[in-house]
């Protein structure tokens, strides 16, 4: 089991979680962020700390966002798994359909 980022990070990508990350697991796509699942020790220390509540544990994640969790899994498929986000930066490799969503707006 790994935690996973779903939909209200989406256009926000905050970072919060990734300085909160102390196994460096948490990679930026060009619209979100992601969790390595490979990586993750599931320690949980970047879920509290999300400003929009879009990290939850593999098991609880909200029914309507049940597609994440294999996004989360998805955007590894090309970059495989290179030991720590702070080597490889920002990766545009979102799943089409992330891609395919409509801008979202996260004003108040």
Known sequence: MTYVIAEPCVDLLDKACIEECPVDCIYEGARMLYIHPDECVDC??????????????????????????????????????????????KVAADPQWIKDLPPMNHEE
Do not use: H, M, R
Not at 75 to 83: A, I, K, N
């Open 44 to 89: 949980g220390a970047c879920e509290p700390v999300c400003p929009v509540e879009a990290i939850y544990y593999e098991d609880d994640v909200k029914d309507e966002w049940a597609a994440y969790t294999k996004a989360n899994v998805d955007f590894f498929d090309e970059l495989g798994s290179p030991g720590g986000a702070s080597k490889v930066g």
